[in-house]
């Protein structure tokens, strides 16, 4: 159940990675109401693959699940893929990489949220989705020059808040002697 701790570790969440990924005034185009739209989408079918995958875990072992929902991913990405071949140009190196990242990295990723699911409330299974924006922006400085300034501090704290807000850890609790 969404406590209200865990409700307002997801709105410090929200505001965190706002503040991280530091957006500006933007020009309200179609363009933009459409982007807008398509995350607030894919932000709604996290959410409702997140209650579907918890009730998964409960009847079903963690490996077939994850494995049918990747292949049900694929046969749906199939039709606009399919779509897209005469324009595109897929490189075997392409398709590898696709593929490894499908495999290892979704697959593997899925099928240990799946069974961490079975163990803890969905919201906290998916609370690490917010540490996603941080990782980027640490990731994109150190490996790609990208700008990190003192300006996202403030967003990385309320994202390391929201997320022991919304798992339960607090690090000044003392632990049980026995």
């Not at 990675?17 to 607030?40: E, I």
């Not at 990242?101 to 079975?118: A, K």
């Not at 150190?142 to 994202?159: D, H, K, R, Y």
Request: proline share 6%; net charge positive; charged share 10%.
């Amino acid at each position: 159940r969404l406590s209200g701790r865990r409700l307002l570790g997801c709105a410090i969440g929200f505001a965190g990675v706002a503040l991280l990924v530091q957006l500006g005034p933007v020009a309200v185009t179609t363009p933009v109401l459409l982007a807008a739209l398509a995350c607030t989408g894919a932000a709604a079918g996290y959410g409702i693959g997140s209650i579907m995958m918890k009730r998964a875990t409960l009847e079903h072992d963690a490996l077939p699940a994850s494995a049918v929902v990747h292949v049900a991913a694929a046969l749906v990405l199939l039709l606009p893929a399919g779509a897209s071949v005469p324009a595109a140009h897929f490189t075997t190196g392409a398709m590898i990489a696709v593929a490894v990242l499908g495999l290892f990295t979704s697959g593997l990723m899925y099928w240990i949220s799946m069974r961490l699911m079975r163990e803890i409330p969905a919201s906290a299974a998916t609370s690490a989705a917010f540490m996603i924006p941080l990782f980027g922006v640490a990731w994109g400085g150190i490996f790609l020059g990208e700008p990190v300034t003192w300006g996202m501090a403030p967003g990385c704290v309320l994202v390391l808040t929201a997320t022991a807000l919304i798992t339960g850890f607090n690090p000044f609790a003392t632990k049980d002697p026995r």
